[in-house]
């Protein structure tokens, strides 16, 4: 059996930059939006390229520019997945798995869980600030570094 095989994220970057083209599409080592430069950024040479450049590109067309507390990057990345999975995933034929969502978030979840566990005393943390966490059980006070939308990696732990 013959199989033809299709360059099927440049065929699909063609229709994307076509039909949005208030929106930048840009080769990088990575996927993210960045709202300031209305941007997306994405890694031809990636696993499911396709699928997180219709995530990332939900990202663009709901709007988010950022979040105050880390609870709503979570719920902004929940939301760019919904939108990619029910909306442009049929719309650019694009099957988007439940388990790559899922992977995903976990990323998030893993993420927010590791920011918000005390150094101290491993209770949870409240978010006070943009980049500081308040322990409810002793009070210690902990800073966290910024993360921009879809740019995080693995979180390890710091070591004490
Ligand atoms: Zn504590
Ligand atoms: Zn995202």
């Not at 208030?22 to 396709?50: M, V, Y």
């Not at 709503?72 to 439940?98: F, M, P, Q």
């Not at 101290?120 to 500081?132: H, I, N, P, R, V």
């Amino acid at each position: 059996m013959d199989v033809i095989t299709m360059p099927s994220t440049y065929s699909l970057l063609n229709r994307l930059r076509r039909d949005f083209p208030g929106f930048r599409f840009e080769k990088s080592t990575g996927f993210w939006w960045s709202a300031a430069g209305q941007t997306i950024h994405i890694d031809p040479l990636a696993d499911n390229c396709d699928v997180f450049t219709l995530h990332e590109l939900s990202h663009a067309i709901l709007g988010h520019r950022g979040y105050e507390y880390d609870i709503d990057l979570v719920k902004l990345e929940r939301d760019a997945w919904e939108y990619a999975r029910n909306i442009l995933g049929s719309e650019y034929d694009v099957t988007i798995n439940e388990q790559i969502i899922q992977d995903n978030l976990d990323t998030y979840r893993e993420w927010l869980h590791a920011r918000s566990t005390c150094p101290d005393c491993e209770a949870t943390g409240l978010q006070t600030k943009q980049q500081t966490y308040r322990c409810l059980a002793c009070g210690h006070l902990w800073r966290v570094n910024e993360a921009r939308l879809c740019a995080l990696r693995r979180y390890s732990l710091q070591t004490k």
